[in-house]
């Protein structure tokens, strides 16, 4: 198949969604919880909008599944993981991502930064270790790849493995028939290219934020951490218990944190913002910690 360009694709096709954040949406209406980490609000009065079904969403997840080829994951992974695009201070890169402020998002007019330091506050107030605060902190950095021309159905969305038989349990399962994978019978048994209880770590996932934060922070916090960042996104694993076919006993065991670190993600956004002269050293240390100064993207 030939490689897909971007330059392909129309403006509406890069990007169908007003905002990265109708992904995460779509998300709580499928996947309400608890009002424990909600504190200037219920969760019920989160994502609203004055139409639940959006048709963008359902335009998202169809480019999403149409598009995420074994083959194109493999052509990203490529491109992105040589980290050769940018290099950063760790604080200017927050900057850099706070070019992505979304005028859109009805929950919060903050930046991406502040809502980061939200979550990772979140976990710092339940008493987490510090290797979760900064996977808080973190977790959306790979969002960056919107502002190397990625199209948002590239940077965000639920993933799932590439060159296995689609589950059923991901979101919009019937945009699949659309996938050139979907007719491709190497691709479409239970296991795939892949070998029964391989390990996720054997598996590649559809192409996003979240393997791409995985890489970057590879080797520099605990594995339990590297899980959160990697398939917090997999929700037809954490939620919904599926591709059990290919999980290994560590995945097993792994998949307690994904579940503790997803609902900071979702429900730590109010509106109140975080005071950054108070909390700056506290995070100026935990990322001295962990992180070198500077940062390849």
């Known amino acids: 198949m030939a490689t897909i360009q971007n330059s392909s694709f129309t ?11 109708e992904w995460e949406d779509a998300v709580l209406e499928r996947y309400p919880d608890p009002d424990s980490i909600a504190t200037d609000k219920s969760t019920d009065e989160y994502r609203n909008y004055d139409s639940p079904q959006r048709d963008t969403v359902k335009e998202f997840y169809r480019l999403n599944h149409t598009y995420q ?27 850099f991502l706070n070019q992505l402020v979304d005028d859109s998002d009805p929950d919060t007019d903050l930046d991406q930064f502040q809502h980061l330091l939200q979550t990772s506050e979140a976990i710092r107030r339940d008493g987490h270790p510090d290797w979760m605060v900064l996977v ?14 990625e199209p948002q159905w590239a940077v965000v969305g639920d993933t799932f493995p590439v060159g ?10 019937e945009f699949f028939k659309n996938n050139p994978d979907y007719n491709n019978p190497e691709y479409q048994t239970p296991t795939g290219v892949y070998k029964e209880g391989c390990g996720l770590r054997n598996v590649d996932m559809s192409w996003g934020h979240d393997e791409y934060v995985y890489q970057m922070l590879k080797g520099r916090i605990p594995e339990q951490g590297l899980y959160m960042l990697r398939y917090h996104s997999f929700y037809a694993w954490h939620r919904e218990g599926a591709y059990s076919q290919l999980l290994d006993d560590h995945d097993r065991e792994m998949l307690h944190w994904v579940k503790l670190f997803n609902p900071y993600d979702l429900y730590s ?16 240390d935990l990322v001295a910690k962990y992180l070198p100064s500077t940062l390849k993207f």
Request: glycine share 4%.
């Open 164 to 173: 296995v038989q689609y589950s059923d349990k991901v979101v919009y399962p």
């Open 69 to 95: 080829t074994y083959e194109f994951v493999q052509q990203k992974r490529a491109d992105y993981l040589k980290f050769d695009k940018k290099e950063m201070p760790v604080w200017q890169a927050f900057d």
């Open 136 to 149: 808080g902190l973190m977790h959306d950095m790979g969002k960056v790849l919107c502002l190397f021309g």
């Open 269 to 284: 956004k109010n509106p109140t913002p975080p005071d950054w002269k108070v909390l700056r050293p506290y995070y100026e």
């Open 11 to 21: 403006a509406k096709e890069i990007n169908p969604l007003n905002s990265l954040d």
